[in-house]
């Protein structure tokens, strides 16, 4: 008689085998690790001298046409906060739900996290124009008198983002220092030394264990609300005004959906290369990209009625300024913005209802960049096409992105990848503890039998 | 670190056997040896017994020093203090409760050690005991 063995059976790894495999990820880098690196360095330095240019001739450079003053640079900085919320929706909410699969994924997830709300943080200063005077934006003590308004959601932003930016951060370090310690021993060279300062001192003991699982769980407590609050404060920066399309209570969980929804596409679109070129597909598998592809299905649909409540509203309030808002939308200067909108993020997603299509590494793949492009061009719609039509039609104006701010649009995902690839190859992109954990401590009586 | 004592070091393969040694050595009035795991463990925590981290005391401070009188701003101080006072009390506890003793770096991989340190006439009983409960390796580490 045959004997049945479960496929877990088979590839399950051993404690030895998962620190092996995931410190040899840490190897010498190969040529296609060059090449990507010298690809997203070059896309930076253009991004780079784009910018220089705006600062050298001003923020006319910039394609802003009054009423749109919120261009490419707020919609870009919109963009890059949604990003970054599924690491912590990945790291911290599913921790918090002993959701076993995230262990695999929720360091790629955590560190693009981080990465992405260092590329948002650039926009707000980039679009004020005198980057240096971006200190201006805190509240400080000074000899002017000058005080921030506590009362204004664009404070709150940032607050929120310097706070979310702050306990990401933490988070991404104190779940590093058991894998570094793990990686210390076997490093060599400069990697040793950065490993064994970095590492802090880590030796697994029971007391340290005990410190940390509960400050682990804590920053997991914290950092759930946080991410639920940091792109509702982002809305606010638009639900809070009068401007047709903007004003509205929706905005928050809109948003928030629509975070969640960009960052989980996001994850998948780093994952696909990260699993080939480090050959990690024993520890990331197949089953993850279900789980994540059901993850943007449920948020892609919840963004979808977003979109249809809106319309919705703007019909049903009999407000002929937020009718006129949505018609422009759909049938005005920008309509090819909200149709690729549409197309990329409730159309396409419904692809998902296809186990064959959530188990397709390419086909994800795709999608993820398709889901990208729509949130990209939803924060468009949002931004440009409600300010480019409010309430006097003589005040209606068009504007047109210059090849300045797409250049630095381009720039800000060659700086995101830099510090992505730089990490990936210096740090475990895999959590070897985490992943460790899920598989039980061999017993003595199982040996036995 | 302070200077590290000698004592005894074992080294477990498997789980079972170190909480069983830990048992062990508290039965046997044991109480400042050191258990290193490459993964937090509830047995093993069980088995060592602490009392709950204080880490929650500097959440709950720092939290609440986060509460100033606008609503919004409030909320994102509450998390930032909180989750930085957490950072620090896991320093400062982790720091306060170090355990200077000897290692090997097989404990951050797949094995479980337990460090006893112990006068020179106390080798041998602790040696049998860790031996007994299942050790893979026992040593003295001076």
């Known amino acids: ?449 | 670190m302070s200077a590290q004592p000698s004592g005894i070091l074992a080294s477990f393969r498997f789980v079972d056997a170190a909480a069983d040694a830990v048992r062990r050595l508290k039965d046997e009035g044991y109480r400042d040896f050191t258990v290193y795991t490459p993964v937090p463990n509830v047995e093993i925590a069980r088995a060592v017994g602490h009392r709950a981290s204080p880490v929650r005391l500097w959440t709950l401070i720092g939290g609440l020093t986060g509460c100033i009188p606008y609503v919004v701003i409030a909320f994102e101080l509450t998390i930032l203090f909180g989750a930085s006072a957490t950072i620090l009390g896991l320093l400062y506890h982790s720091w306060k409760t170090r355990q200077a003793g000897a290692y090997d770096n097989r404990f951050a991989d797949d094995h479980i050690g337990i460090f006893v340190p112990c006068p020179p006439e106390r080798r041998e009983p602790v040696q049998a005991l860790l031996r007994d409960a299942g050790a893979e390796e026992v040593q003295f580490a001076a």
């Open chain 1, 1 to 449: 008689m045959a004997t049945i063995v479960r496929q877990d059976q088979i590839t399950r790894p051993t404690y030895h085998e998962i620190t092996r495999d995931i410190a040899a990820t840490l190897g010498s880098p190969s040529r296609t690790y060059y090449v990507l690196l010298g690809i997203v360095v070059a896309v930076f330095a253009v991004g780079v001298g784009a910018l220089l240019y705006q600062v050298r001739f001003g923020l006319g450079v910039a394609g802003y046409t009054p009423p749109v003053m919120w261009g490419v640079y707020i919609t870009t900085f919109v963009f890059w906060v949604g990003i970054a919320h599924s690491g912590t929706l990945i790291s911290a909410i599913l921790y918090l739900f002993r959701s076993a699969w995230r262990t695999a994924v929720y360091r790629t997830a955590e560190a693009m996290t981080v990465f992405a709300v260092m590329t948002a943080g650039l926009f707000p200063v980039i679009h004020v124009g005198r980057l240096w005077y971006a200190y201006w934006l805190f509240p400080y003590p000074n000899q002017r008198q000058l005080w921030v308004n506590f009362k204004s959601p664009l404070l709150w932003d940032v607050f929120a983002v310097s706070t979310y930016f702050t306990v990401s951060t933490l988070f991404l370090i104190v779940g590093l220092v058991p894998d570094i310690a793990a990686l210390r021993s076997t490093a060599t060279g400069w990697r040793k030394k950065l490993y064994e300062i970095t590492s802090l001192g880590w030796r697994g003991t029971d007391q340290q264990w005990r410190h940390y699982t509960r400050a682990y769980l804590y920053l997991a407590a914290l950092a759930t609300p946080l991410v639920l609050s940091v792109h509702s404060v982002v809305s606010w920066d638009f639900a809070m005004s009068i401007v047709p399309g903007w004003h509205a209570t929706i905005f928050a969980p809109y948003f928030v959906a629509g975070a969640i929804y960009s960052g989980v596409a996001m994850v998948v679109t780093l994952l696909v290369p990260l699993r080939k070129v480090f050959k990690v597909e024993r520890y990331i598998t197949v089953e993850h990209f279900e789980n994540l592809s059901k993850l943007l299905l449920l948020t892609g649909m919840i963004v979808a009625y977003a979109y249809a409540v809106e319309y919705f509203i703007a019909w049903y309030s009999g407000n002929p300024f937020e009718q006129q808002s949505f018609w422009n939308r759909a049938f005005g200067d920008y309509w090819w913005a909200t149709w690729t909108m549409i197309l990329c993020n409730g159309a396409l997603p419904l692809f998902l209802f296809f186990r064959k299509v959530r188990r397709s590494i390419p086909a994800l793949f795709v999608l993820s960049l398709f889901v990208n492009l729509g949130m990209w061009f939803e924060r468009f719609v949002i931004i440009v096409v409600s300010l480019s039509h409010e309430y006097e039609p003589y005040a209606f104006g068009h504007y047109t992105p210059t090849w300045v701010e797409w250049s630095i649009l381009a720039g800000s995902f060659g700086w995101f990848f830099m510090w992505f690839l730089l990490f990936a190859k210096n740090f475990p992109t895999v959590s070897i503890t985490e992943v460790k954990e899920i598989i039980p401590l061999p017993r003595k009586e199982r040996a036995r039998t």
